[in-house]
């Protein structure tokens, strides 16, 4: 039974790792969907063949204990992906991120005008592809891709309005000057 219990704990823990590092980004690449999605399904299957081979192997009062044990797993499985489904992995990352995301507001501007940020440069948890200076002095950070076509970062505006809309950009409020941004083609 203990050699199951590696073999699901050897393939679980590189999937966690994967999704909360990728899937708290600002939106959600292809990849990370399908590695979360199928990743986290073929990973319950597994639980659950564990959980009736654990159930046919051990004595009733003994299975009986240890039951929340093996009920652990999925949860901790359901709470990340709820994590990274909800936003609110992105929200703890962005938090974490504040402020090396300030300073770099304020420090890069000369640098982000000059269109001289170079693209993956780490800021807080962030890997920034693009840094746009806009009128008004907001600052849109592209950190990733949105599915195929679409980009997604952190937008900051000075005097807490939102940034300039173009085209399609959607901005929710993160708080103090921050938001979230999606770009649509």
């Not at 300030?102 to 005008?113: E, G, Q």
């Not at 937008?155 to 770009?183: C, I, K, N, Q």
Request: charged letters at 20%; glycine letters at 10%.
């Amino acid at each position: 039974m203990k050699a199951s219990k590696l073999v699901l704990f050897a393939l679980t823990l590189p999937w966690l790792v994967y999704l909360l590092g990728w899937g708290t980004d600002a939106g959600i690449t292809l990849p990370v969907l399908l590695v979360s999605v199928w990743g986290g399904l073929a990973l319950l299957v597994l639980w659950l063949l564990r959980l009736v081979l654990y159930r046919r192997g051990t004595r009733q009062n003994r299975a009986e204990r240890h039951m929340r044990r093996v009920l652990l797993e999925p949860v901790v499985l359901l709470a990340c992906v709820g994590m990274v489904w909800s936003g609110l992995g992105f929200r703890v990352r962005f938090l974490a991120s504040r402020p090396a995301l300030d300073r770099f507001v304020r420090d890069a501007r000369p640098s982000m005008s000059r269109g001289e940020v170079a693209a993956g440069t780490r800021v807080g948890l962030f890997t920034v592809q693009e840094a746009e200076l806009l009128p008004g002095g907001s600052v849109r950070l592209i950190t990733t891709e949105c599915m195929v076509v679409d980009d997604c970062g952190v937008a900051f505006s000075p005097d807490d309005t939102p940034p300039p809309v173009v085209g399609e950009d959607m901005y929710e409020r993160l708080g103090g000057g921050w938001w979230h941004w999606w770009r649509s083609w």
